[in-house]
């Protein structure tokens, strides 16, 4: 099957953490013996068809579109006519699309008239949300009959509330993204002395690395390490408490996983109700028999092996990273809540379910 894969954030160099997830789906995909061609947010490279923008990197556009909305909305609303134009332009040659996040990819994809998979990450639900449009993009979905997956139960239930008339939402699938679970389970394990609590992220305030700096005051013999770039760092690197590596290469993110004795999630609700979907960092360090700590928000508190804290509690998420470096959870425990998650089975379940 020739299938196009539509996407706002892709690596845009070897070893380029954005995107790096549905660069994955893509491999797997290919290793099932489809063709894959890919239409990305970005600079041209031999890597996929690119539009140009710079929306979707660094910050993200859901923040850009808090912080900006009128900048980075009429931004967005310019690159989704030069998006929908190009995949249009592609798609005679496809059989099938299959789009991350609803906005812009998935609504991009309808014009094309082609069998639609659109994968709904969690910034591009409460986007929509936000801006009063969800109801109607999931309803221009289903009239496409549109495969929908959801990475989150708590994402479904959003877009439950957006549109309680849709009897279509009761098909979709639940599903996390994958990780490649023999790659992070080779990992050699061989955590740092002093230890090292990791973070990796963009530097946005949803991600809540400034709780993970506060915590750190209630941690003994630690140091947080911040993998990650965006608009906030100058904010969080002035309260020092923290090394920050600024944005890392996945070669490096591994090293950083083999040395680190807990990786910290302490994403937040955001003041417009905003939360995460399944940070791929998540998985990633559960594969790696990393324990993982986490704020008790969206698609987080659906991952098993995860040990959740209330968001925005410097006091709680220290006393976890104290109580887990002391008592680590075995590697093979974590290893197994992750084990189903494995990208070849999951390429291979979204395409025939």
């Known amino acids: 099957m020739r299938l196009g894969v539509v996407t706002t954030s892709y690596p845009r160099f070897p070893g380029d953490p954005a995107g790096n997830f549905v660069a994955a789906h893509v491999a797997a995909i290919r290793a099932l013996g489809h063709r894959v061609e890919v239409i ?4 041209a490279d031999a890597a996929a068809l690119r539009v140009a923008s710079g929306l979707f990197y660094r910050g993200g556009a859901p923040d850009a579109l808090e912080r900006s ?9 310019a690159f989704a006519a030069r998006l929908t134009a190009a995949v249009t332009r592609r798609a005679r040659g496809w059989d099938a699309v299959v789009a991350h996040w609803l906005a812009p990819s998935a609504l991009a994809a309808l014009p094309s008239r082609r069998p639609l998979l659109a994968i709904a990450h969690g910034g591009d639900v409460f986007t929509l949300r936000r801006l009063h449009l969800l109801g109607p993009a999931l309803h221009a979905l289903a009239r496409a009959d549109a495969r929908l997956v959801f990475v989150s139960e708590q994402l479904r239930a959003v877009a439950r509330a957006a549109a309680p008339s849709l009897a279509w939402l009761d098909r979709a699938i639940v599903q996390p993204m994958g990780v490649d679970v023999a790659r992070f389970a080779a990992l050699p394990r061989a955590p740092a002395d002093p230890p090292i609590v990791l973070v990796a992220a963009r530097l946005v305030p949803i991600k809540g690395v400034d709780v993970a700096i506060a915590a ?4 003994r013999g630690a140091r947080l390490v911040v993998a990650g770039d965006g608009p906030e760092r100058p ?12 944005e890392v290469t996945t070669d490096r993110r591994d090293d950083l996983l083999r040395t680190a004795s807990v990786v910290v999630v ?16 998540a998985l990633e360090a559960l594969a790696a028999g990393v324990p993982v700590i986490a704020s008790a928000v969206g698609g987080l508190c659906e991952l098993p092996g995860v040990r959740l804290v209330p968001p925005d509690d410097p006091r709680a998420l220290g006393r976890a990273i104290d109580q887990v470096i002391a008592e680590p959870p ?5 290893r197994a809540g992750v084990e189903n998650l494995d990208w070849r089975e999951i390429a291979h379940r979204l395409l025939r379910e």
Not at 266 to 280: D, H, K, L, V
């Open 266 to 281: 302490p994403s937040r609700i955001a003041p417009s109700g905003r939360t995460e979907g399944t940070p791929a960092i």
């Open 235 to 246: 904010r969080l690197a002035a309260r020092g408490a923290a090394t920050f590596l600024g």
């Open 330 to 334: 075995a590697p093979a425990a974590l």
């Open 216 to 219: 750190m005051c209630h941690v």
């Open 69 to 77: 909305p009128l900048r980075a909305g009429i931004a967005a609303a």
């Open 40 to 43: 990305a947010a970005g600079d």
